[in-house]
């Protein structure tokens, strides 16, 4: 579902902006925005131009479908997180993992 909440929308790119570490200065300077403009846009108090989204859509190296829509951001930036895990384990712990996993999907059906 589309946001028109702003709050909401300045959510979603904290979170983004978080998962890669990032400062808010380091977004506005990349983005081509002021330090506080963009805290304003994290707040949810101002209004963006179009352009102005996809300079820092860019930055966050999301889509503004990401930003723009209704889902469970943290939820991604954890699976994310699972998916690098495993692919920085060893192919054994890898394995086992995957294993678990598949026992426990299983038992939910």
Not at 83 to 107: C, D, G, M
Request: aromatic share 6%.
């Amino acid at each position: 579902m589309l946001l028109y909440d702003f709050r909401m929308i300045g959510n979603n790119l904290l979170a983004y902006r978080k998962k890669l570490g990032m400062t808010q200065g380091e977004v506005a300077d990349a983005a081509g925005i002021s330090d506080r403009t963009y805290a304003d846009i994290e707040r949810g108090t101002v209004n963006m131009h179009v352009e102005t989204l996809l300079r820092i859509c860019k930055v966050l190296h999301v889509t503004p479908d990401d930003v723009l829509t209704d889902e469970d951001v943290e939820l991604d930036c954890e699976q994310n997180e699972i998916i690098e895990w495993l692919n920085n384990s060893s192919p054994k712990t890898r394995a086992t993992a995957l294993q678990l996993l598949n026992v426990y999907l299983s038992s939910l059906t």
